[in-house]
């Protein structure tokens, strides 16, 4: 064997026989490198008669090419087993179904105001906004319930605390969201269209009251906006939100000081069966108070009683909750009970429906 025989087969030999990358990078060094053998006999080219050196040199060449080569083939194929033990460890199966997240629902209250929310915007009614924590003048006086009036009673108010020496009448935490009335006026004078959902707060508590509930004032201010747009409001309204083109509303005459002439309104509904079933049955849930504005509350909104009219009323936010998902006590619906909520909750995506309400 030649000497350059020998050289190309050990060479080779070691290229092969290198496991890994750093291995393979010492091989070439210590061939092809400034101080490598190969490198050492091509130097010594120099000290050859040009004979020896032609036949020598093309060898050396060949040699270093090959050598080279093989180091470059070895390089990619333990490149791609690297890729390929990757590819293999990382490999992903996109059609795994996906690990189910714990997640919350929509509170049945939260989904009945959006619904509310919904089917007044379609008749023309904003959103109007007030505070929980309300001065008296806005919660009473303003609603011409002066001081010593009876209603205040009625109301179970709770009191804020004032400091020591402060001898104004104390806040409340709103009774009713009547109050929002007062401030949709001053604020936007008339005419005026807005309901005001809301929390309100009561001392009472029995399976169905709880100290704090939640009510949707609506007003409707023009200059002739009367009793009878009431009665079709609360209908149309009644028969979007229940879905019950048959519902039958029942108005009642009743008092409130906010309100002349003023009316109840209940609903008709059957309980036989353990069922809740809406415009039908011989039985009537009360659902709301209404009535046309007092002239008195218009002028201390600022409104003028001898330009405007119109109607407000105050309904129970809970309580249609309860009637249209048959829900049947009212103090869980503030616990906070888990199972509860998932039974009763709504999914996020969960549109208010308003399909096929209102008639026009
Ligand atoms: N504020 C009354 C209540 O809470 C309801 C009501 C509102 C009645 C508006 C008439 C007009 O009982």
Redesign the pocket.
């Known amino acids: 064997m030649t000497d350059t025989e020998t050289l190309r087969s050990t060479w080779l030999a070691r290229v092969a026989d290198a496991g890994d990358a750093p291995a393979l990078e010492e091989v070439r060094l210590a061939a092809l490198g400034k101080k490598g053998e190969i490198s050492g006999l091509m130097k010594e080219l120099g000290r050859m008669t040009p004979e020896e050196r032609q036949t020598r040199g093309a060898d050396l060449n060949r040699l270093r090419d090959e050598i080279d080569t093989a180091l470059r083939v070895r390089r990619t194929a333990m490149d791609d087993a690297a890729l390929d033990a990757r590819l293999k460890s990382e490999w992903l199966d996109v059609t795994l179904p996906g690990r189910p997240r714990p997640s919350g629902t929509i509170h049945p209250v939260s989904q009945v105001m959006d619904e509310v929310t919904a089917i007044f915007a379609d008749m023309g009614f904003s959103v109007a906004e007030g505070p929980q924590v309300e001065s008296d003048w806005f919660n009473f006086d303003a609603l011409n319930i002066p001081p010593e009036h009876p209603a205040r009673q009625e109301h179970d108010t709770f009191f804020m605390a004032r400091a020591e020496g402060d001898d104004r009448a104390p806040h409340v935490l709103r009774t009713?969201t009547?109050p929002v009335q007062i401030r949709a006026m001053q604020a936007q004078g008339a005419p005026i269209r807005v309901i005001a959902p809301g929390r309100v707060y009561r001392m009472d508590m029995d399976q169905t009251h709880t100290p704090m509930f939640h009510?949707v004032?609506g007003l409707a201010i023009g200059r002739d906006i009367s009793m009878a747009n009431l009665k079709w409001t609360l209908e149309e309204f009644c028969r979007a939100f229940f879905e019950v083109p048959a519902v039958e509303l029942r108005f009642r005459a009743s008092h409130?000081p906010?309100?002349e002439p003023?009316a109840e309104v209940d609903i008709r509904c059957d309980w036989s069966g353990g069922q809740l079933k809406i415009g039908e049955g011989e039985s009537w849930l009360e659902i709301l108070?209404?009535?046309m504005v007092h002239p008195k509350v218009l002028s201390a909104a600022g409104v003028d009683p001898a330009e405007w009219q119109g109607f407000?009323?105050?309904m129970g936010i809970d309580r249609i909750a309860m009637l249209k998902y048959g829900i049947p006590d009212l103090r869980a619906f503030f616990e906070s009970d888990l199972r509860w909520l998932r039974h009763y909750g709504f999914a996020a995506g969960d549109v208010p429906s308003v399909a096929g309400g209102l008639s026009r």
């Open positions: 009713h009547s009510q004032e409130f906010f309100t003023s108070g209404s009535g407000a009323f105050g």
